[in-house]
């Protein structure tokens, strides 16, 4: 088993890495929107107190599938290469359609499986995260 840690990636918010190499498959953790370096997310406003105040889940998607190819790409596995994502939203109501738009532009030449859940939070204050799994060298 190979651990992989992408150094465009954020870190990750515990002790785990981005991800593990076992075979040819690829395992990703949880991959959220946040910017290296940075506890800024993109699209997400907050007060005083770290409460969401205002998000937009079209950057947030983008920005999370951008962190999803950074990990892919430096454990040299490629976006081609997705064949199952797990994608957890905390607004479906609100969200799924913009999500769904957004994940067909970046999906269209590649349709992995895919699952999507809601659920009522995440560590961080983001409303997606993706949990993926890739073949290498596809």
Same mark, same amino acid.
């Given at each position: 088993m190979k651990k992989v840690m992408a150094n465009q990636a954020? /870190?990750?918010v515990g002790l785990y890495p @981005?991800?593990?190499?076992?075979g040819n498959l690829l395992f990703l953790s949880g991959v959220g929107p946040r910017k290296k370096d940075s506890k800024d997310i993109p699209g997400v406003s907050l007060d005083e107190g770290g409460n969401?105040?205002?998000?937009?889940?079209?950057?947030?998607? +983008?920005?999370? #599938?951008?962190?999803? +190819?950074?990990?892919?790409?430096?454990?040299?596995?490629?976006? @081609?290469g997705l064949v199952d994502v797990t994608v957890y939203l905390?607004?479906? /109501?609100? /969200? #799924?359609?913009?999500?769904? +738009?957004?994940?067909?532009?970046? #999906?269209?030449?590649?349709q992995p499986c895919r699952t999507t859940v809601e659920i009522n939070k995440l560590p961080t204050p983001i409303?997606?995260?993706?949990k993926c799994i890739a073949v290498m060298g596809e």
């Open positions: 954020p /870190d990750p @981005h991800a593990r190499q076992v969401v105040t205002a998000y937009c889940i079209e950057t947030q998607c +983008r920005s999370v #599938f951008d962190n999803v +190819r950074y990990v892919l790409e430096a454990s040299g596995a490629s976006w @081609h905390t607004n479906m /109501d609100d /969200d #799924f359609a913009t999500y769904n +738009r957004v994940y067909a532009e970046y #999906f269209a030449s590649n409303a997606i995260e993706l």
